[in-house]
């Protein structure tokens, strides 16, 4: 199966401050690589989709990129609802799998 | 708009069999992939499986030996059964609108886990 590195584990940044999350996949995953935003105690939420595609309702100061085996999500100007831990998955080939989390610390 | 809910017994014995159920509401099932997810501190996020609305599935080689997936008849909820479960089991157990990966029938929505349930947490002891 495809194994998701995220990094780094923690990132301790300001309220807008911009921030920059990074997934490497294990083999070539091409852009089939979605985003999620956890906050604590609630479930993950869809950022991003198929690596720069923005899912429904997320604000334009999250943004995806990347194709093969590293991406980026980039977080323009953090919002104090945006401190939480954010996880990559990629659908390119079965079982899908997730990253380790990157948590986005005040 | 469609929002799902995880129920079930939130404590099960090693070597028996935990059953979830989820249930949608607000919307149909109909021509969509549903999924079972899992989180654990140990083994992080971990897709189980899913199943079409017309109640084929795929599973997680990990885990197929002993998770069974349905769909109601009612088709308002779909189901989850681990056997022989473990502590290892012990996770926040979700569901999930979507299949996770590239299916053989495209469904609308399918590019992801758009729709997550609250998750629900089972514990493995005795």
């Known amino acids: 199966e495809i194994v998701l590195t995220q990094f780094p584990t923690t990132l301790s940044l300001s309220p807008g401050e911009g921030a920059s999350l990074s997934c490497r996949a294990s083999?070539?995953?091409?852009?089939?690589l979605a985003w999620y935003q956890q906050r604590p105690g609630q479930a993950p939420r869809l950022l991003i989709y198929?690596?720069?595609n923005r899912a429904t309702g997320i604000p334009p100061r999250f943004s995806g990129n990347g194709s093969g085996t590293d991406f980026t999500l980039t977080i323009s100007g953090l919002e104090p609802e945006d401190f939480a831990v954010y996880y990559c998955?990629?659908?390119?080939?079965?079982?899908?799998?997730f990253g380790g989390g990157t948590k986005v610390e005040i | 708009q469609v929002q799902l809910q995880e129920s079930g017994p939130g404590l099960v014995k090693p070597s028996e069999t935990l059953s979830l159920t989820c249930n949608v509401s607000?919307?149909?099932?109909?021509?969509?992939?549903w999924s079972w997810i899992r989180q654990s501190p140990g083994t992080g996020l971990e897709w189980i499986g899913y199943?079409?609305?017309?109640?084929?599935?795929k599973y997680n080689p990990s885990l197929k030996s002993r998770v069974t997936l349905s769909v109601g008849t009612s088709k308002t909820h779909f189901s989850l059964t681990v056997k022989s479960v473990t502590a290892e089991d012990t996770a926040v157990y979700y569901c999930?609108?979507?299949?996770?990966?590239?299916?053989?029938?495209?469904?609308?929505?399918?590019?992801?886990?758009?729709?997550w349930g609250r998750g629900t947490m089972v514990t493995v002891s005795s």
């Open positions: 998955q990629q659908r390119s080939n079965w079982p899908p799998t």
């Open positions: 083999q070539t995953i091409g852009v089939y």
């Open positions: 607000g919307g149909s099932m109909r021509s969509q992939y």
């Open positions: 198929d690596a720069s």
């Open positions: 999930a609108r979507g299949a996770g990966g590239i299916v053989v029938v495209p469904a609308p929505l399918n590019e992801g886990f758009g729709l």
């Open positions: 199943i079409y609305y017309t109640g084929s599935t």
